[in-house]
């Protein structure tokens, strides 16, 4: 869901999947459910900060190795460590600058066929 103001813009979603196979049975064994959302507000013409979070719930990681990781594959993160959830905070400013004339100044985008 994207939602477009003068003042900014809005973004949300949910996703979620699982293993074809677990429909048969009633119980779900392997799954992933995401959830995010972020928000940009623009302060002055041109300059926005913007602002989001995410979280998944899973229990899907079959690529996972069964074998005891070592402190330095887990230190450099070569390998995976199995989890149940993961969440991100995120924050940023973004400046957008060039003419509101673009297409005068490029005479080609004005060229008629």
């Not at 972020?38 to 079959?62: A, C, M, P, W």
């Amino acid at each position: 869901m994207d939602d477009r103001q003068p003042w900014g813009s809005a973004h949300a979603e949910l996703e979620g999947s699982n293993f074809l196979t677990d429909f048969e049975s009633s119980e779900f064994k392997y799954y992933r459910v995401e959830v995010g959302a972020s928000i940009t507000v623009r302060l002055i013409h041109g300059l926005n900060v913007n602002f989001g979070f995410g979280y998944e719930l899973l229990k899907d990681q079959l690529f996972l190795v069964k074998e005891e990781l070592e402190e330095h594959e887990i230190m450099l993160g070569t390998k995976q460590l199995p989890t149940s959830y993961g969440y991100d905070v995120r924050m940023g400013f973004c400046y957008n600058f060039g003419s509101i004339y673009n297409n005068v100044v490029n005479s080609r985008m004005n060229a008629r066929f």
